[in-house]
């Protein structure tokens, strides 16, 4: 495998303030990494630093490729996906429609491979999105998301407001979509247990900076990692 996103040196601030100081990280081909941070950390600034969504100096590469200050809808179409904290949805759109919103940049859907994965989108394909419940709609976002067919989902604190049951089958979809389509995954997620089960590295964020980097494992057995996410 080779390393599918590369980001070296990247900085962002929002107006006067600096969010990120200096961010290096990489994703390999097929590889799902989890960040890792507490609130304001610059978790969700460095997954818009990729997507194009804010303004940022330093260098990302996607598939060797830099993306220099590519449109959302530009990077999009590379083959980059991204589900935001809060999902995302259409609320007032109906679940079909919501799906083909995320196929704009696919010139032939694959629709039955998305329902393969998700078969309850069939039975509510007219209901309004907004009344889905939350896992529902968490879902439907992840569906939304894997029918432009990227090589890279990114994924920010898909377990939010979510019971852990719910959260538990999420990740399920999530590893699936990894290990049979070989979606490369990059998640923020303040869950650091849940995260952990379902990488097999990451990166732990403190102030705009990495501070600690490694294997799941490690991370799972380093004392600071333990006290500071894990709780014990």
């Known amino acids: 495998m080779g390393a599918l996103l590369e980001l070296s040196d990247v900085r962002a601030r929002y107006g006067q303030v600096a969010a990120l100081h200096g961010v290096s990280l990489t994703v390999e081909e097929g590889e799902v990494v989890s960040l890792l941070g507490a609130n ?19 260098d990302v590469v996607l598939a060797g490729k830099r993306l220099g200050r590519a449109s959302p809808e530009a990077v999009a179409r590379a083959g980059v996906a991204h589900v935001p904290e809060g999902r995302g949805i259409f609320a007032e759109l109906t679940v079909w429609e919501n799906l083909r919103m995320g196929a704009y940049t696919v010139r032939r859907p694959d629709f039955a491979s998305v329902q393969s994965y998700f078969p309850w989108l069939q039975d509510r394909r007219n209901q309004q999105a907004g009344t889905l419940s939350g896992g529902e709609q968490q879902m439907l976002a992840l569906a939304r998301a894997f029918l432009s067919r990227p090589r ?81």
Do not use: C, H, W
């Not at 950390?41 to 330093?58: D, P, W």
């Not at 994924?155 to 049951?165: I, N, R």
């Not at 995260?195 to 294997?215: K, M, N, P």
């Open 152 to 232: 890279l989902l990114m994924l920010d604190e898909p377990s939010l407001g979510l019971a852990p049951l719910v959260t538990r089958e999420v990740f399920r979809v999530v590893s699936e979509l990894n290990q049979k389509e070989g979606v490369a995954v990059l998640v923020v997620e303040q869950n650091a247990a849940v995260a952990l089960a379902a990488a097999q590295r990451g990166y732990v964020l403190e102030t705009g900076e990495i501070v600690l980097s490694g294997t799941a494992d490690e991370l799972k057995s380093n004392d600071a990692v333990r006290s500071a996410y894990l709780g014990y």
């Open 40 to 58: 304001g950390a610059g978790k969700t600034t460095t997954l818009r630093s990729v997507s194009g969504t804010v303004r940022r100096t330093g």
